[in-house]
């Protein structure tokens, strides 16, 4: 699915999601989640890409990061084999903030 993107849209770490939210107030942020944790821990496992103990590090940063979900405006739950659809709601909320009448 292709999507236009007619607004700044940035991917942010966490780290520095509340700093954007400090100083552009009126930034959208989206939240992208694994279904459950056990099928992010397959996607890591899977790809291969990196030792052992970074993946246990990456698993506990999501764990973390999971806790700040209710500060996001939005939540898109990145199924396994269904990447479409999870860029298929994403698009869906650019194009509905596009149309916002106020922020």
């Known amino acids: 699915?292709?999507?236009?993107?007619?607004?700044?849209w940035q991917l942010v770490v966490m780290q520095g999601a509340a700093t954007v939210r400090r100083l552009m107030p009126e930034v959208?942020?989206?939240f992208?989640?694994?279904e459950t944790e056990a099928q992010l821990v397959a996607r890591l496992t899977s790809r291969k890409t990196?030792?052992?103990?970074k993946l246990i590090t990456r698993v506990k940063t999501a764990r973390e990061e999971i806790s700040h979900i209710k500060d996001f405006d939005y939540v898109v739950v990145?199924?396994?084999?269904?990447?479409?659809?999870?860029v298929g709601q994403?698009?869906?909320?650019?194009?509905a903030e596009n149309l916002r009448v106020r922020r």
């Open 78 to 86: 990145n199924k396994d084999g269904q990447l479409d659809e999870c």
């Open 1 to 8: 699915m292709v999507c236009f993107l007619t607004t700044l």
């Open 50 to 53: 990196e030792p052992l103990d």
């Open 90 to 95: 994403l698009c869906a909320i650019i194009r």
């Open 32 to 34: 992208i989640v694994a």
């Open 28 to 30: 959208v942020s989206v």
